[in-house]
């Protein structure tokens, strides 16, 4: 079965430095897609973030960026110049490309950013 | 467009009374899907549509669970004979190839049974 591993429950960050949120996951198949969703405390799941597997090139969103190691199965998440607004719940999730279209998720991590 | 919409925000409920919840997704979107998500943990899978077919359904969904997409639009999920096991948050989404898979999730449905 597929799982998805956020070994971190909880992780703090001074505002304006940078921090980075690790997930591995578990798959055999060779094609799909990893996200890392954003669950303020209002509760809304906000995607921040996607990579196909078949691209090398590791996607970014302006402050945000992944390091994505396929051989090693690890996505790690990169917040640079953390702000106030990036305090959450985050969570790693994975798809198969083909297949099923259900998200397996991780237990998520909650980030703190300090003033 | 505004987004996934869930109703109500929040239910309590006797334990053995039926429940039903309510999903509007984005209009584009032809792909919606049901998540729990209890305190602590991630989103669990459900169950999905493709339109009005349900395509698949989690191991998780007891008999006592049921989900229609009657006309590919709304989708409701009904919980008859209430537990308090079945105390969580109720979480929809909403996806479709065409929009590179971006699942959109609406704010969810807390479910308290006492």
């Known amino acids: 079965a597929q799982t998805v591993t956020q070994s971190q429950p909880e992780m703090s960050v001074q505002e304006a430095e940078t921090v980075t949120l690790s997930c591995t996951y578990d798959t055999s198949e060779s094609d799909y897609y990893l996200f890392w969703y954003k669950q303020p405390p209002s509760r809304q799941m906000i995607l921040v973030i996607r990579q196909e597997a078949y691209k090398q090139q590791n996607a970014t969103e302006n402050r945000f960026s992944v390091n994505f190691q396929k051989a090693a199965k690890s996505f790690s998440l990169k917040i640079s110049d953390s702000q106030l607004g990036d305090a959450a719940m985050y969570f790693c999730?994975?798809?198969?490309?083909?297949?099923?279209?259900?998200?397996?998720f991780g237990k998520g991590m909650k980030l703190t950013v300090n003033p | 467009d505004t987004g996934v919409s869930q109703d109500p925000r929040h239910k309590i409920t006797k334990r053995g009374q039926n429940v039903t919840f309510r999903c509007d997704p984005i209009?584009?979107?032809?792909?919606l899907y049901w998540y729990r998500q209890t305190l602590g943990q991630g989103p669990e899978f459900l169950t999905y549509f493709q339109n009005e077919a349900q395509l698949e359904k989690s191991r998780l969904l007891s008999d006592r669970f049921s989900a229609e997409r009657p006309k590919g639009s709304f989708s409701t999920l009904e919980i008859q004979r209430t537990e308090q096991g079945d105390s969580a948050m109720y979480l929809c989404?909403?996806?479709?190839?065409?929009?590179?898979?971006?699942?959109?999730f609406g704010s969810g449905t807390r479910l308290t049974v006492v």
């Open positions: 999730a994975w798809r198969p490309t083909g297949g099923s279209e259900k998200l397996v």
């Open positions: 209009s584009e979107h032809n792909r």
């Open positions: 989404a909403s996806s479709s190839p065409s929009f590179l898979w971006t699942y959109t």
